[in-house]
């Protein structure tokens, strides 16, 4: 038939006709996708079933050379986080290409966490995250690409772990790996001209080589789109409205049992019962976010009249892209985060019960109070 079907994973019009083209998928594979309601061209069927990653930068099946490529090298692999936006900015299968291979974490947009915050409790509880992933890296390294915090550390510990190894850098979108990049290629004078932007063998995927001292290089690897991730969700300009722009300033919050707080229409947090009449919990989100206060009872339908309107980002054209809210529910015995996570996060006081919603795709967990 004529109907136009489109790849879930990459959005490439999915067509049986070249192999080499975006959106390729076998006509017998098309059926099935449609019978289970998962259509995903042959490159990302084979992407999420052998790598599990959901999508890529380049349309192409070559993305699985880039990361056999990598398994198979003898390197120190750079992956470059948001620290905002752990899971978001997870390479899913990462430790299956890794190989044998050491990491080094770059937990990078530091600058955007309240000074308050000791950086060393964050430290503990990336590594903790990339364990819980089977990632165990080597060190995790603090940075600010765009405020150029600790990148002297990151190029000394690079030197340090990679012992004379060639060095990848790999990273999900958005995470500000081009941005750290361009760094360091600044920081190392008078290499500008010797940079060379190639092609992995075989594959149609840029890469840039930043020459080291002993021949060996630093490789700069395509970004890697994550699905999961709120920046997929919004327009460029309601991402601005609703990620961290500069440094965040904690809001205090004075709740009851059976309030809520929206966060645009983006995000929402209850306050179920908590130890107190008055409880305080602190929002840490972006400072020009518009958060709403309403009764639990009245959350619902406060939502659907208000969402797209007085509830924004996102805004009424925006809704039909955008996902419906899932709901988690948390018994908080200790002092707590509740993380969105690419969003923020607001502390609460043990004793509480408490949900967060935030779109399907997008988690909602806690941990240990960081502050
Ligand atoms: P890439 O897709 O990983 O290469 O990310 P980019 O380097 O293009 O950065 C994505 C966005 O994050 C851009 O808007 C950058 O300005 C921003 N960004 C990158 N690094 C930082 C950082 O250290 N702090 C903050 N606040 N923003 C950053």
Redesign the pocket.
Known sequence: NNEELYCIGCGAKIQSDDPKQPGYTPVSAIKKGLENDELYCQRCFRLRHYNEVSDVSLTDDDFLALLNQIGSADALIVN?IDVFDFNGSLIPGIHRFVGNNPVLMVA?????LPRSLKRSKLKDWVRQRANAEGIHPVDVIM?????Q?ALEELLKAIEKYREGRDVYVV???????????NQIIKRSTGMQDLITTSRFPGTTLDKIEIPLDDGRMIVDTP?IIHKDQMAHYLSAKELRLAT???EIRPKVYQLAGGQTLFFGGLARFDLITGPSTRNGVVVYMENNLQIHRTKLEKADAFFVRHQGELLQPPTTGELSDFPPMERFEFKVREKSDIVFEGLGWVTVKSGSIVAGYAPKGVGVLRRKAMI
């Open positions: 470059v990078n947009k530091e600058d955007l940075t600010s690409a765009t405020k915090h990273g999900v979108t958005n995470v500000g790996k081009s941005t750290l990049i970004g961290p722009q500069k």
